[in-house]
């Protein structure tokens, strides 16, 4: 059986390819046959038999298309990804040629956590309880509490005990007020004679003022019995015993929610993963001279895979008087090496245009240029 051969000449129309992703684009039917004509001229065609058919090549084509948009989104998606994660992905979405600023949405969303521990935001609701608290009784179960609110056992965690004892300024005593050193009129004049307390601010430093208090604090730990308290695994621990009955606000939060509200639901169809980023298959008509000459080269690498393959079959091809043995091995070997090679090398210039990339290159421009600036001599002015 003799393989059918490249004729010489190709006509596309919509419908040969594969996927038909860009039939429609009148440079993707006007380049198709020319690429055709290329890469058989390149495969030894006409002092060479090339036994492909039009359809292999402008499958390839459109292969070599497809393979370059896959790189060069998939580059964008690396450097886009925080600022589009939680993005709505509808039907018209479409990210291709999209400038996507960069926000700070997700290491928001990441930082919630933090902000739900510290009890300063966060996506955890805070629930305050209180706790009667009988004289003479030190210690208390707060999972007892819960149950007894109708909260799972163990579910909730104790994030602050209100007890606040009274503010040490409240203790302050200033030695400049009132004695008669003339400091009174002085603050009259400055226009904070209304104020209290009075003088101490104004005529001495902040860390005086600090100092004092902390003494005050300290005092208050040593000498006197310091009210105070110790949680541990919800089990509450009142220090001094109580000689009172009283009542004791909490906050906590239910655990259960915390792992709940770590799950953000995507009914609305909104950007989860990698997987659905809005983006498409490339505009072949809007892809530049670059990037058009990179799917040249990857087209001829496909096409002389295949042709490889094709020799396979037809190791030998009979002539008169002879038979010639085909070169598939030399063909799978050299479009192997130069299919890899092509994808490195388009990796490596997307990587050379990140922001990262480019905004470290700006910084060294900007050191080579101070450092030229500063070799300048400076003009001396003279009045």
């Known amino acids: 059986m003799n393989p059918i051969i490249y004729p010489g000449s190709s006509s596309f129309f919509p419908g040969k390819t594969a996927f038909n992703f860009y039939d429609y684009d009148y440079q993707f039917q006007t380049d198709a046959d020319k690429v055709t004509t290329f890469v058989a001229r390149r ?11 039009d359809i292999n090549f402008y499958t390839a ?23 589009v994660e939680g993005l709505a992905t509808t039907t018209t979405t479409n990210l291709n040629n999209a400038v996507v600023a960069p926000n700070m949405g997700t290491v928001v969303r990441i ?64 030695p ?3 004695t008669g050193t003339g400091m009174i009129n002085l603050m009259d004049a400055f226009g904070f004679g209304g104020f209290s307390p009075a003088i101490n601010f104004l005529m001495m430093p902040m860390s005086f003022d600090l100092q004092k208090i902390q003494a005050i604090e300290l005092n208050d730990q040593i000498r006197k019995s310091n009210f105070s308290f110790e949680i541990t695994n919800n089990h509450l621990r009142i220090f001094p015993i109580p000689n009172r009955d009283g009542k004791l606000h909490f906050q906590y939060i239910l ?75 030399d063909l799978i070997t050299a479009a192997t090496a130069e299919k890899l090679a092509l994808i490195e090398r388009l990796r490596a210039f997307f990587d050379e245009t990140s922001k990262q990339a480019l905004l470290e290159r700006k910084a060294a421009e900007n050191t080579a240029m101070q450092s030229s600036l500063a070799s300048v001599p400076l003009t001396i002015y003279i009045g």
């Not at 495969?43 to 058919?53: A, M, R």
């Not at 084509?61 to 600022?83: Q, W």
Request: overall charge negative.
């Open 255 to 329: 655990k259960s929610e915390r792992l709940a509200n770590s799950i953000v639901s995507n009914n609305t169809g909104s950007v989860s993963n990698v997987s659905n980023v809005p983006y498409k298959n490339p505009v072949y008509s809007q892809i530049n001279a670059i990037g058009r000459q990179w799917i040249f080269e990857y087209t001829l690498a496909i096409c002389k895979e295949m042709l490889g393959y094709i020799r396979g079959k037809y190791s030998t091809v009979p002539i008169p008087g002879d038979q010639v043995t085909l070169n598939q091995s």
């Open 61 to 83: 084509f459109e292969e070599a298309i497809t393979t370059y948009g896959n790189e060069l989104y998939a580059y964008k998606l690396r450097d886009n990804y925080l600022s």
């Open 43 to 53: 495969l030894g065609y006409p002092i060479q038999n090339v036994e492909l058919q």
């Open 111 to 174: 930082s919630e956590q933090y902000g739900s521990e510290a009890g300063v935001g966060g996506n955890v609701t805070y629930y305050t309880g209180s706790l009667s608290m009988s004289a003479n009784h030190q210690n208390y179960d707060l999972n007892e509490w819960a149950i007894s609110q109708s909260i799972a056992n163990n579910d909730i965690e104790i994030k602050r005990i209100f007890y606040q004892e009274s503010p040490a300024i409240t203790r302050f005593f200033d």
């Open 176 to 178: 400049y007020a009132g």
